[in-house]
């Protein structure tokens, strides 16, 4: 016997398989299937798990492709919502399975692939068009200067410029919650420039000209119609209305 952690009275056996009991809640899981080597049509199929409010829901997924159908495709990694693999449009929203709990979408919730890009597999999605447009801005420190004899310092209030865009994961949740890109593939998409305004605005990079160049493009920043999708979206909290923004000021306005 064991004392309840709350109360500090002693649970009898039977006590402690109703605490348990209370402790966890059913969950029904809708997802959207689709494998082209089953049928050319995706489906809907529903599993019911019992988890605790506090799991994750990709704890509940895990659920269902370890005990009820091993043929469920998603991606996952880390499972703390760093490598931002596990997007996926949940109750309509984008987000991270592993940053949302049971507790919060209980007794139901509807799960399919993010939208805008080729599903492969139910939740799994072609990344490939995704990471395209991120190239195309350049994502990388361009300097000509030659190799430094020292690292390139900076100052904070430099740092601070481009601190909020340092945080993308680059998991396409900004970029598949943007009617634009729904609708032109062509798009460079909100994560691709949030990756650019992270080096346009670096006080050691020298190549935001190019960048700010490629963004004025028919398919760059002037796409954009400020839904603010994006930045409801990411599960970092960036700013990513905000720095499409800056970086539309800086191509008509500052250094383009």
């Known amino acids: 016997m064991a004392p309840d952690p709350t109360t500090g009275r002693v649970l009898r056996d039977s006590d402690e398989g109703s605490v348990a009991a209370a402790a966890t809640v059913s969950l029904t899981l809708r997802i959207r299937r689709y494998n082209p080597e089953v049928a050319d049509d995706p489906w809907w199929d529903e599993f019911t798990?019992?988890?605790?409010?506090?799991?994750?829901?990709?704890?509940?997924?895990?659920?269902?492709?370890?005990?009820?159908?091993?043929?469920?495709?998603?991606?996952?990694?880390?499972?703390?919502?760093?490598?931002?693999?596990?997007?996926?449009?949940?109750?309509?929203?984008?987000?991270?399975?592993?940053?949302?709990?049971v507790q919060d979408v209980a007794p139901k919730a509807t799960i399919e692939?993010?939208?805008?890009?080729?599903?492969?597999?139910?939740?799994?999605?072609?990344?490939?068009?995704?990471?395209?447009?991120?190239?195309?801005v350049l994502p990388f420190l361009i300097n000509d200067d030659g190799d430094p004899e020292r690292e390139r310092s900076q100052s904070p209030e430099d740092r601070h410029r481009y601190d909020d865009t340092t945080k993308c994961i680059l998991c396409a949740a900004c970029t598949t919650s943007c009617p634009i890109f729904w609708g032109d593939g062509e798009?460079?998409?909100?994560?691709?420039?949030?990756?650019?305004?992270?080096?346009i605005f670096d006080s050691r990079d020298q190549g935001a000209r190019?960048?700010?160049?490629?963004?004025?493009?028919?398919?760059?920043?002037?796409?954009?119609?400020?839904?603010?999708?994006c930045t409801d979206a990411c599960p970092r909290g960036i700013e990513v209305t905000k720095a499409i923004q800056e970086v539309k000021r800086a191509i008509l306005f500052d250094r383009f």
């Open 113 to 136: 692939p993010i939208r805008g890009l080729p599903v492969l597999k139910d939740l799994i999605v072609d990344m490939e068009p995704f990471f395209a447009g991120y190239r195309s």
């Open 210 to 229: 190019d960048r700010l160049k490629i963004l004025s493009e028919k398919t760059g920043v002037f796409r954009c119609r400020t839904t603010f999708n």
């Open 187 to 199: 798009y460079v998409g909100p994560a691709a420039i949030v990756n650019a305004h992270r080096f």
């Open 49 to 101: 798990v019992t988890m605790e409010p506090t799991d994750r829901l990709l704890d509940a997924l895990h659920e269902v492709k370890w005990h009820q159908d091993g043929t469920l495709g998603l991606r996952r990694s880390c499972a703390h919502g760093i490598c931002g693999s596990d997007a996926m449009l949940i109750n309509g929203r984008n987000a991270l399975a592993c940053k949302v709990l």
